[in-house]
């Protein structure tokens, strides 16, 4: 078994759509599969954020960010992907902002997830930028919504008392969770919120 991270193309859309069908089956609304046109956007736009983890030859992940200018102002996914066609991204930003990445099921376990972290953190190193940061779905927290704030939630994931399939992965592969962002994206496993995390060079 081996994982190679490269730069996906245009050419690449069926692959990657598949693996987002597989990743993000309903309840997650499907419109926000990536399309042809938004593919080609990314490569256009940044394409040394756009990249695609294959195991053994067959594509099992993908991920996609864009250089923006740090804020911890209230913002939305939308805001931060320019609707998907990374239209916010800024060359002259300071911090790439992962604003997707998945991995089939098919192929999860076997370090394609592990593999795009890694590549990210390398390419925030070569790019000179101060960090990492991404929205993190909290897709368990639906279950818990009755008894406790998503803050809190997130706070029980931080330190280790609840696990979270999407935060507790993130922590293990070195990001920081910082703090909620509320209405930040149509999702009802996360109940619309998500964590912003943050991995810096030198931690």
Same mark, same amino acid.
């Given at each position: ?105 098919? &192929? ?7 593999? +795009? @972290?890694?590549? =990210?953190?390398? #390419?925030?190193? /070569? ?41 507790? &992965? ?7 969770? +910082? @703090?909620?962002? =509320?209405?930040? #994206?149509?999702? /009802? ?15």
């Amino acid at each position: 078994m081996s994982v190679y991270v490269r730069r996906y193309t245009a050419d690449d859309f069926e692959s990657l759509l598949q693996i987002q069908k597989e990743a993000f089956p309903p309840p997650f609304p499907e419109d926000l599969w990536w399309s042809k046109e938004q593919i080609e956007a990314h490569v256009r736009t940044f394409p040394e954020g756009a990249l695609i983890a294959e195991i053994d030859g067959e594509p099992a992940g993908s991920a996609t960010g864009l250089i923006v200018r740090y804020t911890d102002e209230p913002h939305t996914w939308e805001d931060m992907a320019g609707g998907g066609y990374l239209t916010a991204h800024d060359p002259e930003g300071d911090t790439l902002y992962g604003i997707d990445v998945c991995v089939s099921p098919r &192929f999860r376990g076997r370090g394609a997830a592990g593999a +795009l @972290y890694s590549a =990210r953190k390398e #390419l925030v190193r /070569e790019l000179g930028l101060s960090r990492f940061t991404a929205g993190c779905r909290i897709p368990g927290y639906h279950r818990h919504a009755g008894e406790m704030t998503p803050e809190q939630y997130m706070e029980k994931v931080a330190d280790g008392t609840m696990k979270d399939q999407v935060l507790t &992965f993130a922590m293990k592969n070195g990001m920081t969770p +910082l @703090y909620v962002m =509320r209405d930040y #994206l149509d999702d /009802e496993e996360s109940c619309n919120c998500a964590v912003i995390a943050e991995w810096k060079p030198e931690d």
